[in-house]
């Protein structure tokens, strides 16, 4: 874990709300892994105080990518900044992924979500190609086709990808759990499979329900509002089989089943 | 020209306990310091107060325990901690490795004789340096009252507890009362060998679209900048009312906001919400604070606490 001044490389609109964002961070590379993230202190003046968490969308070289939404006040501020500047990041921080060893890896995304898939579904290619039996399937959801991200990429990294949007825009209409229910009978039989999913709460609470149904191994990527970001404060904890757990560091990546989810 | 700088003097004494630097870290804000050693040199500090020790463990309040408010947050950790021994036998010989004074905070659930066996057991251990008495913990009612809302009940404390130890004792005040200065002077007259002021304040945040509160425990602990001027206008009104050392914390964030409170009244400062944003940002006021005494011809630390001079 690190704390460094780091260089804007670039920081613009993908889509939307959606931003795109490079930063130098040399001394951060050999530690990042899926499912990690960095805390970027958005502003020196303090506007806003606390730092703000995002998963390592991908590495490239010396360089660290974030894929953020403008939200609130942080991330409209960060979405200003300009290349040339610095941000004063701390990472790579949390536990990520494990990469389990199976034939099927589902991934599912909501909103988004897709963020740190993008790392994973590389890191899952590289195995890809030492076994070419083995498959990816990426299920993307959103609300309307214009909060769709990175669809095409997951395909250029050879996964089968389907779509859902909660108003049939585009793909499936309906919750991405319900397109997870449609393609979990032709894909069962296959014993070995890993669902690996990130987005909102809702969505990772009924993806380890159905998991949990079906004897599958996943795991799901917890937000809480971060304060330290280090472990230090206990601000950010989830609930799990075996107390509290800190979102920040035993997490943000969980195995679905040991969380115990509040009923509303 | 000089070429010689000036070397101020730094130590500070607190009770028995002497301090080579003025800058601390507020209990619950530093975990149990390890969480902050890849981003700099823990030994540099003043002191390492800990998050609060209760007897048994505590598994703390449901979340959401935190939310960002204008320039501060909103804390409801509800003191989770291992407990006691835990604490002794696990984090307590890492923290000791440190090499800096290692300040013990404890509370109790709802006895507050628990003080007092805290108190017992930590006097007899040599790594911890002083025992700061966190009476402002809005999970231990008293006739629905926290401790440090009632001069008898702060007065009884104390005094309990200074007959279980030797050690250098701290109380940690409460900004939720109508006159911090009566607390302190309770503390004062039962034997406490220094205030820490302030905790945080009572406060709330809502989510207009949910219309649920921020927060689980619907009100929670306000700390950061926003509480500063409160926190600065505390320490010198109590700095006017006791002898013993202060211990100013509520908002410090950089030098400036440090200095403030030792011109203030405050002997030390200790740094809270701030690690969060900056994690070395003690390393920095320190070094900050020998640049700003050379500067000023200082030659101690101690000169310029309650130097703050009359307004005309
Ligand atoms: C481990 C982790 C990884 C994350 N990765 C990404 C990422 O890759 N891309 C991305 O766009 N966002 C990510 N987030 C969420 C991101 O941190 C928040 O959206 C951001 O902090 C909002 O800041 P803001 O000041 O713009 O909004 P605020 O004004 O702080 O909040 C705007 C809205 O977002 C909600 N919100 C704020 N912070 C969080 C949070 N941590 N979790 C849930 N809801 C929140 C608030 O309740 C509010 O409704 C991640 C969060 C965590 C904990
Ligand atoms: C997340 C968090 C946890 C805290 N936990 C404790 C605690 O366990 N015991 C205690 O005496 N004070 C606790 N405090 C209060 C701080 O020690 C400090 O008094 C207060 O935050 C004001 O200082 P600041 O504005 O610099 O943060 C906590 C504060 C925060 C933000
Ligand atoms: S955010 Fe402080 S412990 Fe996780």
């Known amino acids: 874990m690190l704390q460094i001044r780091s260089k804007l490389l670039y920081n613009q609109r993908v889509q939307g709300g959606f931003f795109r964002l490079v930063a130098r961070a040399a001394g951060m590379i050999r530690e990042a892994a899926p499912g990690k993230f960095v805390d970027i202190r958005i502003d020196d003046g303090y506007g806003p105080l606390l730092r703000r968490p995002f998963s390592i969308h991908r590495v490239r070289e010396q360089n660290i990518e974030v894929i953020y939404e403008v939200l609130g006040k942080g991330t409209e501020v960060l979405s200003r900044k300009k290349p040339g500047e610095y941000l004063d990041i701390i990472g790579p921080l949390g536990n990520g992924y494990s990469i389990l060893d199976v034939r099927y890896s589902i991934l599912i995304a909501g909103g988004m979500g897709v963020a740190p898939l993008i790392f994973l579904t590389e890191k899952l290619a590289e195995r890809k190609t030492q076994n070419a039996k083995r498959k990816i399937i990426v299920l993307i959801g959103a609300k309307t086709k214009n909060e769709i991200l990175c669809a095409k990429e997951f395909t250029r990294l050879g996964c089968d990808v389907k779509i859902s949007t909660d108003d049939g825009s585009r793909g499936f209409k309906g919750k991405v759990t319900d397109l997870l229910k449609k393609i979990l009978p032709f894909v069962i039989c296959h014993k070995r499979l890993a669902i690996y999913a990130c987005g909102p709460r809702p969505m990772l609470k009924e993806v380890s329900r159905v998991s949990t149904t079906y004897k599958i191994p996943a795991q799901i990527s917890l937000e809480e509002h971060l304060a330290c970001g280090i472990g230090a404060c206990l601000g950010c904890v989830v609930n799990t089989k075996e107390g509290f757990k800190r979102v920040c560091k035993e997490g943000p990546v969980f195995n679905a089943e040991e969380i115990i989810w509040p009923d509303c | ?312």
């Open chain 2, 1 to 312: 020209m000089r070429s010689l700088k000036m070397q101020p003097k730094l130590s500070v004494n607190i009770g028995k306990l002497k301090l080579k630097n003025p800058v601390m870290v507020a209990s619950g804000t530093f975990g149990y310091a390890e969480e902050f050693q890849d981003f700099m040199n823990l030994k540099e500090l003043g002191a390492i107060v800990t998050k609060t020790i209760t007897l048994k463990p505590k598994i703390g309040n449901a979340p959401g325990r935190t939310c960002e408010t204008p320039q501060g947050m909103l804390n409801s950790i509800g003191l989770e901690n291992p407990g006691l021994e835990v604490f002794i036998q696990e984090k307590l010989p890492r923290l000791n490795k440190i090499g800096t004074p290692i300040i013990v905070s404890i509370s109790a659930l709802d006895d507050p004789g628990e003080f007092v066996i805290l108190s017992r057991r930590l006097d007899k251990i040599k790594g911890v340096a002083a025992i700061e008495l966190n009476i402002s913990c809005p999970n231990l009612t008293h006739n629905s009252k926290l401790i440090s809302q009632d001069p008898k009940a702060t007065y009884n404390l104390v005094k309990a507890v200074r007959r279980a130890t030797k050690k250098t004792l701290i109380a940690k005040l409460s900004p939720n009362v109508t006159d911090i200065t009566e607390i302190a002077i309770a503390a004062e007259s039962a034997g406490i060998d220094a205030v820490s002021l302030i905790n945080t304040l009572n406060a709330m945040s809502i989510d207009i679209d949910t219309r649920k509160s921020r927060i689980a425990t619907v009100t929670a602990g306000l700390s950061g900048p926003a509480i500063r001027p409160v926190a600065l206008r505390m320490v010198w009104d109590v700095y006017q009312k006791i002898k013993i050392p202060i211990i100013g914390m509520g908002g410090i964030i950089d030098v400036s906001s440090a200095l403030e409170f030792f011109i203030a009244g405050a002997t030390a400062v200790a740094v809270g919400t701030a690690n969060f944003i900056n994690p070395k940002i003690s390393h920095e006021i320190i070094m900050g604070i020998k640049k700003y005494l050379q500067k000023s011809n200082i030659n101690s630390i101690n000169k310029l606490t309650g130097s703050l001079k009359c307004n005309q």
